[in-house]
């Protein structure tokens, strides 16, 4: 069983920085493929980005170049930092932990781009 805490969402002005963080609880952490994803209003939940255990990286196409993933075993913690943010970015971003079919998520944190 694992359970995720996101944190470090709020409001920012486009073309701001964010970094969002996930603290997970349980074992095997460093095995799991970790990934953000992000649900807009009246959108169907995406993936933003994930990263395996051999910290092989993938990326939406709408994020590259902006966003960046990355994780600290020792800590159990994945991280989005975000930059050069757009008013579209603008979701509830949810971190999920994968490993052999099974699937756990976070809460969410809200981030919300908007002058």
């Known amino acids: 069983q694992v359970q995720l805490v996101e944190s470090g969402g709020g409001l920012v002005q486009p073309g701001g920085s964010l970094r969002l963080s996930c603290a997970a609880s349980?074992?095997?952490?460093?095995?799991?493929?970790m990934g953000w994803y992000r649900q807009a209003p009246g959108k169907q939940r995406e993936l933003v980005a994930e990263?395996?255990?051999?910290?092989?990286?993938k990326y939406a196409d709408s994020v590259k170049g902006r966003f960046t993933i990355s994780r600290d075993n020792a800590k159990k913690t994945v991280y989005l930092q975000m930059s050069s943010l757009k008013p579209e970015d603008t979701a509830v971003y949810y971190c999920?932990?994968?490993?052999?079919?099974?699937?756990?998520w976070g809460q969410g944190a809200q981030v919300t781009v908007s002058s």
């Open positions: 999920k932990a994968d490993r052999l079919g099974n699937q756990y």
């Open positions: 349980g074992n095997f952490f460093s095995v799991y493929t």
């Open positions: 990263i395996t255990g051999g910290l092989v990286t």
